[in-house]
Structures are given as structure tokens and as C-alpha cells.
């Protein structure tokens, strides 16, 4: 839902289920948070569940990620995405959205030294397992 930098540096997140246009704790902080930078994100479910596991943005250390839209057929190719992940990242991961996963092998592909490189490699696995375990559709993400 909301993201802001706290002064360590590092990433804060708040995550609700509910809208945030009516939520009164959202309101109540807004009022005494001061930032350079702030990222939210409204979700709208594409199939997993509604929790706050599942909420965006999702974070690992200074990074954080949120994504717009789905990966084709992620059902079919979770799978090949999960092997993709680090051992160590795989253990961070605790959610169940096309989102989230796409981060983790973003992650162990390079992101922290090559951003444009890492999303790049992140994103090849999601093209070919749609193309060759989801018949003739393509994959479609945009990172967030």
C-alpha cells in the first residue's frame, strides 16, 4: 500500500487489505511522516489471495518492488519462476503473487549491481515458460 524512507535509509512499509482512501490509520500517519520519497500502490487482486502477504510493495534490503498487471498463464509457470530464486532469497519469499516472485529472481539475477540487466534476466524466464508451457500467449509485465 505505502512506502516510505526511514531515517536509517532502508525501506518502511504499511500494508492493508482495505482501500486506503478509508483507512484511518494511513490518515493518522500521513500527518507526521516527512520523506524525499514515497512509492504506494493500490492492488487489485489478479487471482491470488487478499492478504497482506500478498500486498505491494514487496521489499529486500533497499530495494522494493511493486508490479502492474500479470504474467500469462503464472500458474502454469510459478514453478520454473520458484527454481529461478536464490536458495537464500527463496526463504524472504512469503507471499503468493506473480509480483512477488518476479522480484526474487530479479534479485538473484543482479539487481543490487545491474537494475536494467537483473529485470532484463528476470524477465526472459517469464517469456519462455509462457511460450513453451502456455501454448501460443505471451507473457506481459511491466515492472513497477
Do not use: Y
Amino acid at each position: 500500500m505505502c512506502r516510505w524512507l526511514a531515517h536509517s535509509g532502508t525501506p518502511v512499509l504499511l500494508r492493508e487489505v482495505g482501500p486506503a482512501w478509508s483507512n484511518r490509520n494511513l490518515r493518522e500517519i500521513a500527518g507526521h511522516v516527512r520523506s524525499p520519497l514515497f512509492f504506494g500502490h493500490i492492488r487489485a487482486s489478479t487471482g491470488s489471495p487478499v492478504q497482506r502477504t500478498n500486498c505491494h510493495p514487496f521489499r529486500h534490503g533497499r530495494w522494493m518492488w511493486m508490479h502492474n498487471g500479470a504474467i500469462a498463464e503464472f500458474h502454469r509457470i510459478r514453478r520454473d519462476l520458484v527454481l529461478a530464486v536464490d536458495p537464500e532469497l527463496f526463504l524472504s519469499l512469503g507471499g503468493s503473487t506473480d509480483s512477488e516472485l518476479m522480484f526474487h529472481p530479479a534479485l538473484t539475477f543482479g539487481l543490487e549491481d545491474d537494475p536494467p540487466g537483473a529485470v532484463a534476466r528476470m524477465g526472459r524466464p517469464c517469456v519462455h515458460c509462457t511460450r513453451t508451457k502456455a501454448s501460443s500467449k505471451r507473457s506481459r509485465t511491466t515492472p513497477g
